[in-house]
T-cell receptor, first 114, second 113 residues
Framework: AQSVSQHNHHVILSEAASLELGCNYSYGGTVNLFWYVQYPGQHLQLLLKYFSGDPLVKGIKGFEAEFIKSKFSFNLRKPSVQWSDTAEYFCAVNDLFGNEKLTFGTGTRLTIIP | NAGVTQTPKFQVLKTGQSMTLQCAQDMNHEYMSWYRQDPGMGLRLIHYSVGAGITDQGEVPNGYNVSRSTTEDFPLRLLSAAPSQTSVYFC????????????FGPGTRLTVT
């Protein structure tokens, strides 16, 4: 079965710092990859996704992620974070030739200090 | 479009009580799913449906039932609530494939005492 690892459980940064959140998955076949964000008190919403093509994908609010197939990774990055980026971030993966269900990571809580 | 709606937003149950969490979507999505979110465990799939009349179990189905009589609605039933079912429940719908982009509802926070 597919598994997704987010090793950073809680990250605390100051405003304007650069961000990188790790995401590794176990399945080596063809995958779709997602990052979702959950702002305090709100439901999950899509930040960005990778299906195919350019492995560097850009999402909303200045976020980007790079798919590195050889490392089974899909790390999320932002060059300069803002206080409003305080949220929980979830990586999710589905393998296209398996049962197609999404597998979520355990999430990374990001706290930005003004 | 309202997207995915869920009711109620909050619910407190006593152990052994039953209840239904409602979920509806107006996007004509074929695929719908129920997840529970627990601290440190991310989202775990409870049940899912690939179309009206078709449901299947996810990762953590025990203690829950679902049905899908229409494309729009996908209720989740707790048969006999237990404290271990205290969680936040999210319904999601997807167009095109089960593993595609999920559109989430606002969630139901359930406490079982």
């Amino acid at each position: 079965a597919q598994s997704v690892s987010q090793h950073n459980h809680h990250v605390i940064l100051s405003e304007a710092a650069s961000l990188e959140l790790g995401c590794n998955y176990s399945y080596g076949g063809t995958v779709n990859l997602f990052w979702y964000v959950q702002y305090p008190g709100q439901h999950l919403q899509l930040l960005l996704k990778y299906f195919s093509g350019d492995p560097l994908v850009k999402g909303i609010k200045g976020f980007e992620a790079e798919f590195i197939k050889s490392k089974f990774s899909f790390n999320l990055r932002k060059p300069s974070v803002q206080w409003s980026d305080t949220a929980e971030y979830f990586c999710a993966v589905n393998d296209l030739f398996g049962n197609e269900k999404l597998t979520f990571g355990t999430g990374t809580r990001l706290t930005i200090i003004p | 479009n309202a997207g995915v709606t869920q009711t109620p937003k909050f619910q407190v149950l006593k152990t052994g009580q039953s209840m239904t969490l409602q979920c509806a979507q107006d996007m004509n999505h074929e695929y719908m799913s129920w997840y529970r979110q627990d601290p440190g465990m991310g989202l775990r799939l409870i049940h899912y449906s690939v179309g009206a009349g078709i449901t299947d179990q996810g990762e953590v189905p025990n203690g829950y039932n679902v049905s899908r009589s229409t494309t729009e609605d996908f209720p989740l039933r707790l048969l006999s609530a237990a404290p271990s079912q205290t969680s936040v429940y999210f319904c999601a719908s997807t167009l095109g494939s089960l593993g595609g982009e999920q559109y989430f509802g606002p969630g139901t926070r359930l406490t079982v005492t």
